[in-house]
């Protein structure tokens, strides 16, 4: 599965913590803006890179040292719970 | 300083945090709103709404809201993006004096800051003074952050022409019980960056606001008040910052 980031969202760090904003045509088709922790952070630097799935686990795997199996269902659960809220785009 | 142009457009150069900018209306329903904020200098940015942008947003907002309304509304946010580049922002929240400093009483529309603001006025009147009911300037210079007044008074209409510089900031939730505590830089980033009255049409906009919100977080607390709306949590909400900033 392959997903793409809500053209019109930006991602901008205040206070060392990392924000995502809708702004111009992602505006009230995703939430004004929520913050994201580290990991979910990281994923999301993956996804602006345009990696898929794939590439995006093994990326999880080495920064964090976790399994496969857990590096899968980590990514998951982020990239379900952004695009239930409409900050990515399923391809 | 008010002049009459084709299809009735009314211009008015007004001067907001210390900068002027020249406002544009259609409709003359809120001049008077923006008479007192009224000045002779250079305009340094234009702000206006087309027709058919108000056309387009009124069925976004509150039934009954009327296209004069709904212009002044938007005019908001356009100054807002206009100030930007100044390093000054409109923000939603209660401003008054207190103590000689600016406090900011911020929360979602419908939360009680008004009612907040009534608490304490009713029991600490003669302390406190109203700069602006919802939506004052922000001017952060280098001497530090200050408030000032703006023709967006909130559904009380309340203001002043009244400036000062900026205490703290506090974040109203509604709650079974009063608690207040001091909130982390990092957990008020989201719901402080969303007070930004902005219409964040641009990245570069969202940037600009993001880097006012970290100058914000760096030089003033927050705090967080869960309250119940009433006579109570405005004291606790006055004694605690009589304690933590006057050691009062």
Redo the contacts between chains.
């Keep these: 599965m392959k997903y793409t980031i809500l053209p019109g969202i930006v991602r901008t760090e205040v206070c060392g913590e990392t924000m995502l904003v809708a702004c111009g045509s992602a505006r009230g088709k995703a939430p004004y803006a929520r913050t994201l922790n580290e990991t979910a952070a990281f994923l999301w630097k993956q996804l602006e890179l345009g990696r898929d799935e794939a590439a995006i686990i093994a990326a999880l795997t080495e920064e964090y040292g976790i399994d496969g199996q857990t590096a899968r269902a980590a990514y998951s659960s982020f990239a379900q719970k952004l695009k239930e809220s409409g900050y990515l785009l399923e391809e | 300083m008010i002049s009459p142009l084709c299809f009735s457009i009314m211009e008015i150069s007004v001067r907001l945090g210390g900068v002027p900018l020249m406002l544009s209306c259609a409709h003359n329903e809120y001049m008077l709103m923006y008479m007192p904020f009224a000045c002779c200098d250079m305009p340094l940015a234009r702000v206006g709404v087309s027709a058919a942008e108000v056309e387009r947003l009124l069925p976004l907002y509150e039934e009954g809201s009327t296209a004069p309304y709904v212009e002044h509304m938007e005019l908001c946010t356009r100054a807002c993006d206009a100030l930007l580049p100044f390093e000054r922002a409109i923000f939603h929240g209660v401003a008054f004096i207190w103590r000689g400093q600016a406090w900011l009483l911020t929360a979602l529309s419908g939360t009680g800051k008004t009612t907040h603001y009534i608490q304490w006025k009713r029991q600490y009147g003669s302390e406190i003074s109203i700069i602006n009911g919802d939506k004052p300037v922000l001017d952060f210079s280098d001497e530090g952050i200050s408030v000032h007044p703006s023709p967006w008074r909130g559904k009380e209409n309340m203001g002043s022409m009244r400036s000062a510089p900026l205490g703290g900031i506090i974040m109203l939730k509604q709650g079974q019980e009063n608690a207040m505590r001091r909130v982390e830089?990092?957990e008020a980033?989201?719901e402080l960056?969303?007070q930004f009255l902005f219409t964040?049409?641009?990245?570069l906009?969202?940037?600009r606001v993001?880097a006012l919100?970290?100058r914000l977080?760096?030089t003033v607390p927050v705090w967080q008040l869960v309250n119940r709306g009433d006579e109570a949590s405005a004291r606790l909400c006055h004694d605690t910052l009589a304690k933590e900033m006057y050691n009062a």
Excluded: H
Excluded at chain 2, 200 to 203: E, G, K, L, N, V
């Design positions: 830089p990092k980033v989201a960056f969303m964040r049409s641009t990245p906009d969202v940037r993001c919100e970290e977080l760096q």
